[in-house]
């Protein structure tokens, strides 16, 4: 089943082939994907980048709740644990769609092929060549 990209991320879905789990856990990764087999981590520190994603996500939960809380005249202690529970709530969605907006965002500007489909291509090329009299090794 044909996926668009934006159910891909709403589903937190490998951002190749629109189809493999990203996520194994609550909070772990797969390292690669379970349906097309491309590497989630480009190179170390791959994820950085997800961190831009969750301190807008984070600024927008936040920042109007604690506006909200302030100018409703909300005690310090229960602003502070309303703010806490919803931290508590909401980081786990945060660190998974951040990771998953990057992935998708980092697919767009840096197109790859999966691992899987790459190796089609490279077997059809040669097969290719062999009917076309080419040599391996040898120039038209």
Known sequence: MARSRLSAIVFQRCPVCLEGKAFRSFLGMHKDCPNCGVHFERESGYFLNAMFVAYVFGF????????????????????????????????????????IIWMHVDQMIDPREPPNQRGKIERRLYASAQYSGVKEGEKR
């Open 60 to 99: 927008v939960i936040f920042a109007p709740l604690a506006l909200y809380l302030y100018f409703t005249g909300v005690p310090a202690l229960p602003f502070s644990l309303i703010m806490v529970a919803v931290l508590l709530v909401s980081w786990p969605f945060i660190f998974r769609y951040s990771r």
